[in-house]
């Protein structure tokens, strides 16, 4: 078992205390460390691939929320509407419309965050402010789709003032375009690197990997 049993311990508590939900990112882990952490009581679980999703849910506990957190392509939608929790990386209405139309297949709502780019990077997937307003007016078009908050990525750098300034870009937005005043409204942002200060920045949901399950090694 390779989990890191301890520091979950101490992140969960502290998060607890700071009413933030805590996402574990088991992404390219084996199940047994999902399993291991599950037994622990973490609840939450996310993944950025449908194949390795749909295979890690068949083998897992039920109550388990999985949450999709990678990017999202529209000809993959069915294989994860029948159970997924949260989709977080929503970008486009093209990808809205497919998830509405796969969950009204599924006699279900599924819960959605729309992904805002904030970091300088061109390689971060995202909404710019104006396509965020398009979308917002479209949503009634999408009567299968609960559009829950935002989510956001800083850029990947050691300039910590350039990502408290990206994460309090992504509050802001949060705060201005409605969403945030919704009740139980989600802000997603914040991963092993950076969860302190998008906290900090207002974060009330955090996807941590690496911190809880060791690096990942990509073969
Ligand atoms: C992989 C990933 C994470 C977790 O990253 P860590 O640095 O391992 O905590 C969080 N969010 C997204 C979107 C990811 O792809």
Redesign the pocket.
């Given at each position: 078992m390779s989990i890191h049993s301890d520091v979950f311990k101490t992140i969960s508590q502290e998060l607890k205390e700071k009413k933030v939900t805590l996402v574990a990112?088991s992404?390219t882990k084996p199940v047994e460390d999902i399993e291991a952490l599950y037994q622990l009581g973490q609840r939450d679980f996310?993944e950025?691939y449908v194949q390795e999703l749909v295979d890690k849910q068949a083998s897992l506990p039920t109550d388990i929320r999985w949450h999709f957190?990678?990017h999202l392509q529209s000809n993959k939608v069915k294989y994860i509407a029948p159970f997924v929790h949260l989709i977080h990386g929503v970008d486009s209405l093209k990808l809205l419309k497919e998830i509405d139309k796969q969950a009204a297949k599924n006699n279900r709502i599924i819960d959605c965050l729309l992904q805002i780019h904030i970091a300088t990077e061109e390689t971060k997937f995202g909404m710019d402010q104006q396509e965020l307003t398009a979308a917002m007016e479209q949503l009634e078009h999408f009567p299968n789709v609960r559009v829950c908050g935002l989510m956001g990525?800083a850029s990947f750098t050691d300039d910590q003032e350039k990502v408290r300034a990206e994460f309090k870009s992504l509050y802001d937005i949060f705060n201005t375009s409605g969403i945030g005043h919704l009740p139980s409204a989600i802000l997603s942002m914040g991963?092993?690197?950076d969860y302190k200060i998008a906290i900090e920045e207002g974060s009330n949901m955090v996807?941590?990997?690496?911190?809880l399950f060791g690096a990942?090694i990509y073969s």
């Open positions: 990112v992404k996310g950025n957190i990678g990525m991963m092993s690197g996807r941590i990997g690496s911190l990942r």
